[in-house]
């Protein structure tokens, strides 16, 4: 059975970006897979963090992977802190990774973009995203398409460490979803949806209330011709309601188009904040039960053991070839 590894860092509420591009794929992959999913809360700390946010955001996400529909007899959940294996790797891998390439990590530039003062966490975590897919002998890894530069570095630092030392490394895969990959902000359609935009209604997170769907839905950015028709590059914004209304109706996009060829933006912006409000409410009815119990702990515990077990092997037999003692 091949092994899936993937994460989500616990910086603010997931959003539908982050849901639709990546984690509904978790969902899927459980049944046929040998699951790992973590909440990566070291990498969250690349950047300042509010201590008792990053607690309560930490077993929010950890809750909402099982609200979506991962299934802890399927798939291991575990926190990426409790496996202390993440980190030692990453050095490892560090030492072995370069500076030319670390720099032209996109995501390094845009978070770094402005700042007389960057943390050298933001610009060495590749490597700590490496090192968590490695340690888990993983063949394919479910991400958005905005990790997809992430994963090749992942793959470069893999297979350089088996010519330099000998096999050590499964070389992963990456997964993307075909449609829904990268769903946009509703109030810049030309940009990624993102849990640290300013505009709150840019996004809409899994815990928002009808209300704050509602809104952030209403406001989206359109264009004046209002035509109800999937053209990116002409017209982002409406390209991007009907991504959002075909992936949590399961209506295709020609359909959608069809039915709303006669109506208006308003209508289409109304009946697609029912289709999301629907939709999250069963996932929040969830949540809310999940994360008040005591079994969520108790799945936390035992996903980090079985983690530990896996990844404490591969950190061994990287540590053998590079020629550290062990006793």
Sequence with gaps: MKRVFSGVQPTGNIHIGNYIGAIKQFVELQETMDCFFCVVDLHSITLPQNPEELYKHTLDVAALYMAVGIDPKKATIFIQSHVPAHTELSWLLLCNSY??????????????????????????????????????????????????????????????????????????????????????????????????????????????????????????????????????????????????????????????????????????????????TGSLSEIQDKFYKIRESEELKIILQEGAAKANTIANETLARAKKKLGFVML
């Design 99 to 276: 500076m030319g390439e670390l720099s032209r990590m996109t995501q390094f530039k845009d978070k770094s973009s402005g700042k007389d003062a960057v943390p050298t966490g933001l610009f060495a975590y590749p490597a700590l995203m490496a090192a968590d897919i490695l340690l888990y002998d993983t063949h394919i890894v479910p991400v958005g398409s905005d990790q997809k530069q992430h994963l090749e570095l992942t793959r470069d630092i893999a297979i350089r460490f088996n010519n330099r030392f000998g096999e050590t490394f499964v070389v992963p895969d990456v997964k993307i979803k075909e449609v829904g990959a990268k769903i946009m902000a509703l109030d810049e359609p030309t940009k990624k949806m993102s849990k640290s935009a300013e505009n709150p209604l840019s996004r809409i997170s899994l815990l928002d209330t009808p209300a704050q769907i509602k809104k952030s839905i209403m406001k989206s950015t359109t264009d004046s011709d209002n035509e109800i028709r999937y053209d990116v590059e002409n017209k982002p914004g409406i390209s991007n309601l009907l991504t959002i209304y075909s992936l949590f109706s399961g209506l295709t996009i020609p359909e959608i188009e069809n039915k709303y060829k006669d109506s208006g933006y308003g209508t289409l912006k109304k009946d697609l904040v029912e289709v999301v």
